[in-house]
């Protein structure tokens, strides 16, 4: 693998970036980090787990929605919100990437991975995407939705996704420039595409 030793994925909804991603660790023996991610940060920052995953990777909420969800566990004080929720939110995740970073070879999945690691020189920022067609057939049968209710819910997140990207990085969600390599997890298997990705990876300079 030399020295590309962080990988951050992004990935549409129902294209397997997060199955392809946790069986990229297993195969490299790297940590791993999609919703774990949160109990990560939550024990970093101090934040509310409940408050991360109320926020994850969605756009921006507003301060009235925030203290209506639940005032308390998401550390109203006396003395008020210290800064807008989502921003605090946003920078415990970042810092808390940076900082695993640190430790040695992971695996991130979304959470704007790519740009809080922009400066790392290990870095390999990777696209997992798929036809419209395969992913709601994915997303029905994973979920157990209708044809119709599997798209709406493929739009609405990847729509979440993008929001959340653009808005934090000034960058383009699922842009060529964003990434290093773009892969249609629907033209092979989950374990062939992860040995797709990794032979890639090896051949990088």
């Known amino acids: 693998m030399g020295k590309k030793t962080i990988i951050t994925i992004g990935r549409q909804f129902g294209s397997n970036g997060r199955e392809i991603g946790r069986k990229l660790a297993e195969k490299l023996d790297y940590s791993f980090y999609d919703k774990e991610l949160l109990n990560e940060t939550a024990k970093k920052s101090g934040l509310?787990?409940?408050?991360?995953?109320?926020?994850?990777?969605?756009?921006?909420?507003?301060?009235?929605?925030?203290?209506?969800?639940?005032?308390?566990?998401?550390?109203?004080?006396?003395?008020g919100y210290h800064a807008n929720l989502n921003q605090q939110a946003f920078q415990a995740?970042?810092?808390?990437?940076?900082?695993?970073?640190?430790?040695?070879?992971?695996?991130?999945?979304?959470?704007?991975a790519d740009y809080a690691l922009?400066?790392?020189?290990?870095?390999?920022?990777?696209?997992i995407f798929a036809p419209l067609e395969?992913?709601?057939?994915?997303?029905?049968?994973?979920?157990?939705?209708?044809?119709?209710?599997?798209?709406?819910?493929?739009?609405?997140?990847?729509k979440g996704r993008a929001s959340y990207y653009n808005y934090y990085t000034s960058k383009k969600w699922a842009s060529l420039d964003s990434y290093d390599i773009f892969v249609n997890s629907s033209l092979m298997d989950i374990d062939k595409t992860v040995d797709y990705i990794i032979n890639i990876i090896n051949n990088m300079n």
């Open 48 to 79: 509310s787990e409940n408050l991360l995953k109320s926020l994850d990777e969605k756009p921006s909420k507003s301060f009235l929605y925030s203290l209506v969800m639940d005032p308390y566990s998401y550390g109203f004080t006396s003395t």
């Open 134 to 158: 395969k992913r709601i057939e994915t997303v029905s049968k994973r979920f157990d939705l209708s044809e119709d209710k599997a798209r709406s819910q493929i739009i609405k997140e990847d």
């Open 93 to 112: 995740t970042y810092d808390t990437i940076k900082s695993i970073a640190e430790e040695g070879p992971c695996v991130f999945v979304g959470r704007c």
């Open 118 to 127: 922009r400066h790392n020189e290990n870095l390999v920022r990777i696209f």
